[in-house]
């Protein structure tokens, strides 16, 4: 069966400080990936998606980008963190076109 | 382009209380529906789907009936339980959108004894 990682479960960062979160799908091929935002209290907000290796769509512009080094593997990351980017981030992935989409636990990231 | 609306939460009941979560969307051509539940400090689950119109999804004694006639995914359940306190977000997905899920801002449940 298939089953998505996401790690860490918390984190706490200093303002400027770099961010990497990884996320990793197991027993899939070739999955659609995607990065949310859930800000407190708020709803889900798309940040990246990626279709296949190396293939990052930005669906809105941030102080985050992402990446796809391997099939089953999506990075966010930052170089330097603003208070604003404090909030839960959601992996989530998906296979066909109109299948649901499969969430990880989230990342709850708190920027001081 | 696609959007949800949801009703604005939260939505206090009592243990064994009729639930009902109003979701709209629109949506050119023939979109899939999606209703997820988050637990707290947990990511999202599927709770039910439909993918064509007048399907009923279920699942947990939750319900939702694709309405194309008034575009609607109304969620409900017949008697809740205090477990069921969470935040339920409509979704929807439209082909020829790269298998974007466009989600509702989500509806707060609170059940209480």
């Known amino acids: 069966s298939q089953t998505i990682h996401q790690w860490p479960a918390t984190l706490v960062q200093p303002v400027g400080s770099p961010l990497s979160l990884e996320c990793t799908v197991e027993g899939t091929s070739n999955p659609n990936l995607y990065w949310y935002r859930q800000a407190a209290g708020r709803g889900l907000q798309l940040l990246f998606y990626s279709v296949g290796i190396g293939q990052i769509s930005s669906e809105v512009p941030q102080n985050l980008s992402a990446s796809r080094p391997q099939d089953r593997q999506f990075i966010l990351s930052s170089k330097k963190l603003l208070l604003s980017d404090s909030g839960f981030y959601l992996c989530?992935?998906?296979?066909?076109?109109?299948?649901?989409?499969?969430f990880g636990n989230g990342t709850r990231l708190t920027v001081t | 382009g696609n959007s949800v609306t949801q009703m604005e939460g939260p939505v206090t009941l009592s243990e064994e209380a009729f639930l009902t979560i109003n979701c709209t969307y629109t949506a050119t051509g023939y979109p899939s529906l999606f209703w997820y539940v988050q637990y707290p400090g947990e990511g999202l689950q599927l709770l039910l789907k439909a993918t064509k119109a007048d399907d009923k999804g279920s699942n947990k004694g939750f319900e939702a009936t694709y309405r194309k006639e008034t575009t609607s995914f109304h969620l409900e359940k017949g008697s809740v339980q205090v477990s069921d306190s969470a935040v339920y977000f409509c979704?929807?997905?439209?082909?020829?959108?790269?298998?974007?899920?466009?989600f509702g801002t989500g509806t707060r449940l609170q059940v209480t004894l």
């Open positions: 979704a929807l997905i439209n082909t020829g959108t790269a298998s974007k899920l466009t």
């Open positions: 989530a992935w998906k296979v066909q076109s109109n299948s649901p989409l499969h």
